[in-house]
């Protein structure tokens, strides 16, 4: 009989299972925490609409609430170890007072907040900005333990070249040499997984960064690479990203990306940070990965 050894970085004991509450846990960063963290916890998923997330297969136990409903978040956050706060619409303040009031009443022990590396630059005064400035002091001063995650842009913001890049092989964007220092939404989920279950962050913010600082032309010759094929990139004037954004968002939302797009234009987001490698002990991915797993959604 073979006898199991255990390999010496195994851990002595198993490490306790969580209960984590997850909001915008059908999002870009909640849905891959949810599904990092639910082998191994309890994970509560917060949605308008459990049916839409269990078809996408969004892991966790399916909570329906919305941030303006107290009284449908308090089974969500009822005794949690952990809240990952993620919310998304700037014109609504309320939802992080809602979301934190509730936390607080119902005793959750830990919050962590998705915030936005923007936050600490003094020039950044834009909407999003000043909105998100705001929710990390209701969160400072909500009286429970607090962590902090501030990441530059997610370079799956690259997936809305998808259509322009499947039919004409190009690549459209504003001010298309100036670089942003954006990050693997993998390595956001990792770092607020790691901050979720360990001791040891309370009273922290962690900038979060990608390796290098990237031109939307850069990133453009990286994808052609990786998707062997040749890609154009079409500078937009101003004019027509402002078009675009209208389209796209309310128009107080717009103007705050036209003035963050500017600050980038000016090199306010060039700056690279080691948030993931004091979180996770290793480099944070770089574009051509990220690239590499998501070339097939581009051809
Ligand atoms: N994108 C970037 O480059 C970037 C960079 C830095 C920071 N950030 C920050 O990241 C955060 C957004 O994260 P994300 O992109 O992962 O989110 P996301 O993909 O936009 O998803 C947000 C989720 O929130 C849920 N939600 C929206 N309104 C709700 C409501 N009233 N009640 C309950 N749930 C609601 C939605 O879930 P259901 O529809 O299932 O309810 C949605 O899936 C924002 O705070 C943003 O400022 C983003």
Redesign the pocket.
Known sequence: MTRHTPHRTEPATPLPRLTIAV?????????RVAARLAPHHHVRA????PE??ERRGVAGEKIR????DRRALRPALAGADALLL?????L?PD?DETLLRTAREQGVRHVVK?????VTDPGAQDL?TRW?RRCEALVRDSGLPWTLL?????M??ALDWIPSVRTEGVVSAVYGTSRNS?ID?DDIAAAAARVLTTPGHAGRSYALTGPQALSAREQTDLLARRLHRPLRFRELTCDQAWELWRRRYPEPIARAIAESARRQQAGAKEHVTDGIRQLLGREPAPFTDWAARHAPRFR
Request: glycine share 8%; proline share 7%.
């Open positions: 909001t915008g846990a059908t999002g870009t960063i909640g849905s917060v949605t308008r609409d839409a997330a609430a919305d941030f303006t993620i919310t998304s619409d700037p609504r939802h998705l915030s936005a590396l923007a999003i998100q501030r990441p530059r842009a997610f799956s913001k954006c939404p």
